[in-house]
């Protein structure tokens, strides 16, 4: 049977003892059976889905056995900790069940985040529930409860605890990078967001986890929890996805490829292939749309729900009249090739 994923990697614990974050620098998919074979020999794996802190007498087997399946990165990383006081964990996925520990969170999130999954493709159920609430400081994660003090602490010995936010989710790019992207401010791009080769967020715009690019996009909105940007397209300054975390919307919303939200727009309906939607328009389900022929004549009203999915198409709020409509958008999208460059 093909395991689902593994990973060797960093733990922070808090005063109890508990793991509150992990960081795997080379996480595996689908890993081989003879790796899976070696690695749960080595460590008494039995079966499901475990994180396992290693004993030091571990790392000698486990470097030859990385270093036969070429996982340079994990073999670095037990070379480092056999000299440091860093235990190391090793989380292994033997299914894509909800996950349970805060180790097994950490690896799906950054599975995502490495494009070794894609939005929506991984079982996240409760992970809310499962992660702990983080103050992420110039001296790392602090578990809230010990962030006063761990603030004395700083504080008396003359240095400053800087908290650079507190979320349960840490921003993506103090776990992994992915080549071939820019992010202009890296706070907001949560850990656990997928940008494809191509994507640039620029500094107003936001991925949430389990959200994210296929490939070439430009990014100055709000990419929500759940969302898919298809190839080539583009979501405008203060443009919006609606998610689906708050205010019961189930379906997911995702944009298909050569689509432009404009600046301040936004969409609560998938969009298909080659769509725009005006600057400074919102559309929603239940958004009340006159269909335009290419005349520019209505030809019938429809709720943008109705659209979903469809391809080809141009919203926009009438000018003279107010009216929300839509005609057929035939000339796709020129993305300017210079601002999608990362060389
Ligand atoms: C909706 C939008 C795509 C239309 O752009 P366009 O296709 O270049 O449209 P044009 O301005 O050339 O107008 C084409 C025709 O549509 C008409 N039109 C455009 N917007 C209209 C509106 N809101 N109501 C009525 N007619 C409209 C024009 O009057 C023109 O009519 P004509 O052919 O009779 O002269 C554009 O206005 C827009 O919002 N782009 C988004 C850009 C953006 O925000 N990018 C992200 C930056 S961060």
């Known amino acids: 049977m093909t395991y689902f994923a593994l990973a060797l990697g ?17 996480p595996i998919v689908e890993p081989a059976d003879t790796l899976v074979a070696a690695i749960t020999k080595t460590i008494k794996h039995e079966s499901g889905n475990e994180a396992h802190v290693l004993e030091k007498e571990h790392y000698r087997p486990l470097i030859e056995i990385f270093k036969e399946a070429q996982l340079t990165l994990n073999v670095k990383l037990l070379e480092a900790a056999k000299s440091s006081d860093q235990t190391l964990v090793l989380t292994i996925l033997e299914s894509d069940s909800a996950p349970v520990s805060v180790a097994e969170g950490y690896l799906k999130l950054q599975l995502l985040s490495h ?4 939005p929506q493709q991984i079982n996240l159920e409760g992970i809310f529930g499962i992660l702990h609430n983080i103050a992420w400081t110039s001296e790392g994660p602090i578990d809230l409860p010990e962030l006063p003090e761990r603030q004395i602490d700083a504080r008396t010995n003359g240095r400053i605890l800087e908290v650079n936010c507190i979320d349960k989710f840490p921003k993506m790019a103090d776990y992994v990078v992915p080549s071939g992207i820019r992010i202009g401010d890296t706070a907001r791009v949560r850990l656990g967001a997928h940008l494809g080769e191509g994507t640039t967020v620029m500094h107003a715009g936001f991925v949430n986890f389990n959200a994210g690019t296929e490939a070439v996009s430009m990014i100055e909105g709000r990419v929500s929890a759940g969302v898919l940007v298809g190839n080539g397209s583009d979501v405008g300054g203060g443009a919006s996805i609606m998610g689906t975390l708050s205010g019961g919307g189930k379906e997911v919303v995702s944009m298909g490829e050569n689509c432009l939200l404009g600046a301040n727009s936004g969409t609560g309906i998938p969009l298909g292939d080659r769509c725009t939607i005006e600057a400074g328009l919102y559309i929603t389900a239940g958004t009340k749309v006159t269909l335009l022929d290419s005349n520019k004549e209505a030809t019938g009203t429809v709720k943008a729900r109705d659209l979903a999915g469809k391809s080809d198409l141009l919203f926009w709020r009438n000018a003279v009249t107010g009216r929300v409509e839509c005609l057929t958008n035939k000339s796709a999208i020129e993305l300017n090739s210079e601002l999608h460059t990362h060389n």
């Open 10 to 26: 960093t733990s922070t614990r808090n005063q109890d003892g508990k793991i509150i974050e992990a960081w795997y620098p080379q």
């Open 115 to 118: 494009r070794l999954a894609k």
